[in-house]
């Protein structure tokens, strides 16, 4: 093969004549995929819990709010989603918000996009782990904690929910860096995160070895920051008797 190595390419100020150099592209790509995907997980946990929540009561409108929610993130294509997000609504908002959104700076809007996007899609995935941890509890949790006098939100808020996200850690942690990896979706929109600046560095120097495989050992470190975060989380959290638990 007559590919010529070259891992000094990383240090080699970049030919847009911009004050960094390739390295530098790459390290700031890792920084938009960390901050997106730290935001957008705040959002999936904030509004999976909330659904997951509403899938398990006993009033069938909440619930049904809850299904209709799930049906309709995870049945549309995630690259579709972005496309939406940025493309689609703010044309269809009320012409005060549409007409913001769009003079906003172009990174404000990639990152704010990709945000919403990321967050909303991932909480359909995260409501149904909070629904099955949920349903895992024996009958009797809710039935004891009414019994004490809490209502059914004292109930799930005290009794249910602290059980059922213990329970639910090691699938928790499967989305958590799922949403990492699906971040890359968002360049389809004008993010540079990791895998854009990835390809930007290959359209510039025709290095394509030695960027992707920097990209993927970048995945890799986050990966296993992430999992040992979530190891240490469980092992802190785990409750005797329960999956995980001594």
């Known amino acids: 093969m007559g590919y010529h190595w070259n891992w000094g390419i990383f240090m080699t100020p970049v030919s847009t004549g911009e004050p960094t150099t390739y390295l530098g592209w790459l390290i700031s790509g890792l920084w938009n995929t960390v901050a997106v995907s730290l935001c957008a997980w705040v959002i999936a946990l904030l509004v999976g819990a909330l659904m997951g929540v509403l899938r398990t009561v ?18 549309i294509p995630l690259i579709v989603q972005f496309f939406i997000w940025y493309f689609v609504l703010p044309e269809i908002l009320p012409p005060s918000i549409g007409t913001w959104f769009k003079q906003l700076p172009p990174d404000a809007q990639f990152f704010s996009a990709s945000i919403l996007c990321l967050g909303l899609f991932t909480a359909a995935r995260v409501c149904e ?4 941890g949920i349903n ?11 019994a ?4 059914m939100p004292q109930t799930y808020r005290y009794v249910m929910l ?3 996200f213990r329970i639910i850690v090691p699938p928790l942690t499967s989305e958590f860096l799922n949403i990492f990896k699906n971040s890359a979706v968002a ?5 540079l995160d990791l895998s854009a600046q990835a390809r930007q560095l290959v359209d510039y120097t025709a290095q394509a070895y030695e960027s992707f495989i920097a990209v993927t050992l970048a995945y890799v470190l ?3 920051v992430v999992m040992g975060c979530m190891r240490w989380v469980e092992k802190k959290t785990r409750l005797p008797g329960y999956i995980g638990g001594k």
Not at 148 to 151: A, C, D, K, Y
Request: net charge positive.
């Open 58 to 75: 006993p009033n069938k409108w909440l619930s049904g709010i809850g299904t209709v929610y799930v049906a309709v993130f995870r049945n």
């Open 129 to 132: 782990q909070v629904r099955s």
């Open 136 to 146: 895992a509890l024996p009958r009797g949790q809710r039935a004891a904690g009414l």
């Open 148 to 151: 004490l006098g809490f209502t």
């Open 162 to 164: 602290p059980v059922a």
């Open 187 to 191: 360049s389809t929109i004008g993010l």
């Open 222 to 224: 986050i990966n296993l």
